[in-house]
């Protein structure tokens, strides 16, 4: 993570009877959401069109965004690691967010899940299987603490992780989250997080020779296939 980082998210609309792609608006996600001036970076994100009509107290225009990425002790979703487990420097999340895409002002985030089990982790790509009961989340996740030079003077690269693993240390980590049903009472913002993706019901770690970076994750449906 950067010292100038923040996650944000931008809605996009295509052209159409425009001439030219139109920016609806962009909206940042970080310090007034955290509980400190800890921040955040983003790198994952996967819109679910057809969820939302079966949570309660939702309307039909709004849907579903999740946000995945990395943040630091009272940052984004800190508060729901529990008293006396594993404090993490650099933590994995990911952000279970509501969106109206035509306005900026409909966003919600009742919160997520935060990862903690190793020092340093980042989420690097999520999907969905295709009745959106389960997300699939990819980690990078290394037990070793080593400073990023790069973060030091140029803090605006694509790779802005502050903390990263060593080469024989740092390994991808794929975990099947599933999604809890949300209700009205938890739509809200900061301190009230709560956890809206269960434990992973299964769990495989790949490549841990320090070799592999992850751009991609998607779901096959019809062959009930994941790419990496």
Known sequence: ISNHSNCFVSILELPGQRTSPYWRYSWIIGKDESTSNSNSAC?????????????????????????GGSTEEGGLLTSLRKAGSNRAVQYGIVLDMTVELERATDIYIPGGRLFHSTTVQSVRAIASDGNNDNLYVVSEVSESITLNPDTTNMPNLLNNDKYYGKTDDTFIRLEQLPRKRRSGSSMSNGSSYVETLDRHTWSKEIGANGEMRVAALDLLPSTNTLVL
């Open 43 to 67: 790198s994952a994100a996967i819109l679910l069109y057809d969820d939302l009509n079966n949570d309660e107290n939702e309307e039909e225009n709004k849907k579903r965004l999740f946000l």
